[in-house]
């Protein structure tokens, strides 16, 4: 028997550890442990010094709480504080519930309205769409030139002889009844999903707008911008009925405004010259006009108090955001955090060490 083999049956006695001869142990693999530490902390530091930089970016917002009239009495506020939305549940809520803000963010009308915001990217002069970007950033390199048509020569024949006629200019693609994307769209799309999050407190209702990216201004903006767009989205959707509403009142206003001007000049002018004419004929066409004229009045009238109502309405639907946090552009970067990587990789150096010195010694044992 080995003296290695003595000192791993002496480690365990008993069905006890004897964390002395244990510690003898590793302290007689330490050389290994010290090339397993330094090859993982090498490793540690490529990867700390040649990841890109990102920055982290912030904003909280409260949208309004306003609710319609709900017999639930203390049980809503009760149910409030166990987190449970009642009044959302019931068909109280005014309008789109917190908790499908995500949903929002997430979706395709919201994350092309994102993609074609204008973002100040630092190698561009002027400001320019993030999908501008992603296409004028997507030429490719010597390299992958020379292996598109050399290693990847049948792959580049193929697709040059299978591609679809399509054009990278237009995002939304409705030719064919249904929004399909190509490849740079997609990685377009992507890249927002995974640099924007939102959260949302149910308890509270307070959202919380999350943004990661390279450029600390973009990443601001891309924060601002959501939130931006979050509370367009929503007053949208908050006001459709009454801006539907307004806009027909306004139209049909409009219409009945050039009508009654018009029989309003002409009953007036009919008036001034038969001021002192009297004939049955001239009374029965003064009747008329005077009765159309009043017709038209009246309705002209109520649709003007109706289309002041419909402002009123759409104002007082309109929901309102409270800013708690608002974005700030990010000085500090939030990763690569280079300590925490070579403490990591250290750590993992010492475990990854000692298992392969026990394994080792396992190996000469049963071999």
Known sequence: MTLEENKERAIIKDDEIDLIALVKTIWDGRKIIYYSVGICVLIGLIIAFTSPDKYTASATLLPSAEKKASNLGGLGDLAGMAGINLGSMLGDASGIPAEIYPQVVKSYPFQREMIMQQYNFRNCDTPKSFYEYIVSDSVESVGDILLKYTIKLPWTLKDAIFKEVSSDNKLNKTDVGVIFLTEKEKYAYEMIQESVQLNVDKKTGIVSVFAQGNEAIVTAQFVEKTVELLQDYMIKYKTKQSRQSLEF????????????????????????????????????????????????????????????????TVVEETPAFTIIDPAIVPIDKSSPRKVLILIISGFFGVLLGIASFFLRNMYYRYV
């Open 249 to 312: 009142i306004t139209k049909q206003f409009d219409e009945k405004k050039v009508e009654y001007e018009s029989i309003q000049k002409k009953y007036f002018n009919y008036k001034d010259q038969h001021r002192n004419t009297i004939s049955e004929r001239v009374d029965i066409e003064y009747q008329r006009l005077r009765d159309e004229y009043e017709i038209i009045s009246n309705v002209y009238k109520g649709l003007a108090q109706q289309l002041e109502q419909a402002k009123i």
